[in-house]
């Protein structure tokens, strides 16, 4: 079985975003039905640490979707601390030569076009979420490799600015067919952007105009996280 998804539509025009240093975390927000909440101070050192190793400042979420609750003593705690679709909980954070933030099961409206699968019979149908709704999956990349292969340009409106620039929007395709090619944004559709110097991407798994909107909310929440004093 194979992850896919619909088409998608063209962006609506969005605010024009100016990033800011050292703020306090942004407001919670609901756009389309979808909640999204401020980056935890945790979640936000590991920022600190990817600053630290460029030795610069470097793009950080500040705002983040808000995850369906699961215990660690419930039967679904198998999918917390892991990266991937499958994924539940807060966002998981790697940090190398690129940052690497991905979350799924978060909270989403009735209807909310996100991760589908291809059944056996050819049908693509939504994959369910551990709270049997719509699956959603979320990534935020800093400092990363080129776009993917599979992912195509597609136009954005001049109104949409981040950091004062129009960014670049990319529909991602369900396959790859380049061998070896991060598959973590397949499906999903893609807005990048360079901040201080450092590309940053996000995106959400789905063609829809509520996932473009997200990824411009989110780009409008990022902030330049400085490298620790100590």
Not at 53 to 78: F, M, N
Not at 106 to 130: I, L
């Amino acid at each position: 079985m194979t992850a896919c998804a619909s088409p998608t539509s063209a962006p609506s025009e969005g605010p024009t975003t100016t990033h800011v240093v050292n703020e306090p975390a942004p407001k919670p927000q609901i756009v389309d039905g979808v909640p999204l909440i401020p980056i935890t101070p945790g979640q936000r050192s590991k920022c600190v640490i990817f600053a630290n190793r460029l030795k610069r400042r470097v793009p950080c979420p500040g705002l983040l979707p808000k995850p369906i609750p699961v215990s660690p003593e419930s039967p679904d705690s198998s999918c917390l601390y892991i990266i991937g679709e499958t994924a539940c909980g807060p966002a998981y954070i790697t940090v190398s030569n690129t940052l690497v933030l991905s979350q799924s099961n978060f909270e989403v409206p009735p209807g909310y076009v996100g991760v589908t699968f291809q059944q056996y019979s050819g049908a693509v149908v939504p994959e369910p979420s551990v709270t049997g709704g719509p699956l959603g999956h979320f990534v935020f990349t800093t400092g990363g490799p080129k776009v993917p292969s599979y992912c195509l340009p597609m136009p954005v409106t001049k109104a949409v600015r981040i950091d004062g620039k129009v960014p670049r929007l990319y529909q991602c395709l369900d396959t790859s067919a380049v061998a070896g090619e991060l598959e973590l944004i397949i499906g999903h559709d893609l807005l990048v952007w360079d901040d201080a110097g450092v590309t940053t991407e996000v995106s959400f798994h789905g063609h829809s105009q509520v996932n473009v909107d997200l990824d411009i909310a989110v780009a409008n929440a990022t902030v330049l996280v400085p490298p620790s004093t100590t």
